[in-house]
C-alpha cells in the first residue's frame, strides 16, 4: 500500500508566517514549558526531529547548545536554513537518520510531529539509535485522549450551560486525513496517526525508553465577553490541548 504523505512542505510559507506570531500555542505554551523542561545549555548536542521551519531549534540554538535540525519536508529545512545559517539541517525522514552516528545526542525534541509519522516503532528505535545512554527524549503531542481526529470536538449543553468535550473513539488507533490550515483555503492536506497513551508507552519501552516526566498543558487562550464565555474558559483549563512526555534511554 502507498505510503501517506504527511509531509508539511506545501505550506512551508503559510507555516512560516504563522509562527511569526507572539500569540500563538507555539509561543505561549509549548516555548516556555520546553526550555523549562530541556534546560539547554552550552555544548548540549540537541536533535530537533521534524524541526519544520527551525523554531524551536533556533530558540534552543541561543542558549548555546549545538542544535541539529531534521525535517522530511523540504521546502521546510530550506526556510529553516534561510533563517539560519549556523544551525546544522538536513532533509530526512525520521525512519533513518543515517547523517548520525550511535549515540551522539544527549537529547531529543520532537514538538508536534509523531503523531505524523506512521511507523512510530522504526522512529523510536531510530531515536534510540542515536541518543546517548542516559539521553533524553522529549516528545509534545496533541493529547491523545482529548484531541483525536475525526472523533473528538466540543459540545454545548444548554441546560447545564456547560462546554463539554465529546470523545467517539480512544483505544483504537486510526488515521486521519487533516487540513493542515483550516480556514486559509490552501487545500493542503496531511495524515494524523492516533494512537492510544498505552500504545504510545508500549512503543517507547520496545525501544528501550523507560519514562521520566509526564505533563499536560492548557490553552492560554481567553473567549471574549459573552454568555458562553465563562464556560469555555473553564472547559480550556479542564481539558488539555496537549501532553508532553520526556524519557530516558
Given amino acids: 500500500m502507498r505510503r501517506k504523505d504527511t509531509s508539511w512542505g506545501g505550506i512551508a510559507d503559510w507555516y512560516q508566517e504563522h509562527l511569526e506570531g507572539d500569540d500563538t500555542y507555539h509561543a505561549q505554551v509549548?516555548?516556555?514549558?520546553?526550555?523549562?523542561?530541556?534546560?539547554?545549555?552550552?555544548?548540549?548536542?540537541?536533535?530537533?526531529?521534524?524541526?519544520?521551519?527551525?523554531?524551536?531549534?533556533?530558540?534552543?540554538?541561543?542558549?548555546?547548545?549545538?542544535?541539529?535540525?531534521?525535517?522530511?519536508?523540504?521546502?521546510?529545512?530550506?526556510?529553516?536554513?534561510?533563517?539560519?545559517?549556523?544551525?546544522?539541517?538536513?532533509v530526512a525522514s525520521a525512519e533513518n537518520l543515517a547523517f548520525s552516528k550511535d549515540a551522539h545526542f544527549d537529547a531529543i525534541i520532537c514538538v508536534l510531529a509523531l503523531q505524523n509519522m506512521e511507523k512510530l516503532d522504526v522512529v523510536l528505535k531510530e531515536c534510540a539509535r542515536v541518543l546517548k545512554q542516559q539521553g533524553r527524549a522529549i516528545f509534545v503531542l496533541n493529547h491523545p485522549a482529548f484531541r483525536i481526529p475525526k472523533r473528538s470536538s466540543w459540545g454545548w449543553d444548554e441546560e447545564g450551560n456547560v462546554q463539554y468535550r465529546r470523545i467517539d473513539g480512544y483505544l483504537s488507533a486510526s488515521r486521519a486525513e487533516i487540513d493542515m490550515a483550516p480556514g486559509k483555503g490552501t487545500g493542503e492536506k496531511t495524515w494524523s496517526f492516533h494512537r492510544s497513551l498505552q500504545d504510545h508507552m508500549k512503543a517507547f519501552a520496545?525501544?528501550?525508553?523507560?519514562?521520566?516526566?509526564?505533563?499536560?498543558?492548557?490553552?492560554?487562550?481567553?473567549?471574549?465577553?459573552?454568555?458562553?464565555?465563562?464556560?469555555?474558559?473553564?472547559?480550556?483549563?479542564?481539558?488539555?490541548?496537549?501532553?508532553?512526555?520526556e524519557f530516558l534511554k
Avoid: T
Fill in 30 to 90: 509549548i516555548a516556555p514549558n520546553l526550555m523549562r523542561i530541556l534546560g539547554p545549555k552550552a555544548g548540549m548536542r540537541v536533535l530537533d526531529l521534524g524541526c519544520g521551519e527551525g523554531y524551536f531549534a533556533r530558540l534552543i540554538h541561543k542558549s548555546g547548545a549545538r542544535v541539529v535540525g531534521a525535517d522530511i519536508a523540504r521546502p521546510l529545512i530550506e526556510a529553516a536554513k534561510r533563517q539560519s545559517l549556523d544551525i546544522e539541517y538536513h
Fill in 206 to 245: 520496545n525501544a528501550g525508553f523507560v519514562i521520566s516526566r509526564l505533563e499536560e498543558w492548557i490553552s492560554h487562550k481567553k473567549s471574549e465577553r459573552g454568555p458562553r464565555s465563562a464556560a469555555e474558559d473553564i472547559a480550556r483549563k479542564e481539558f488539555p490541548l496537549f501532553l508532553c512526555v
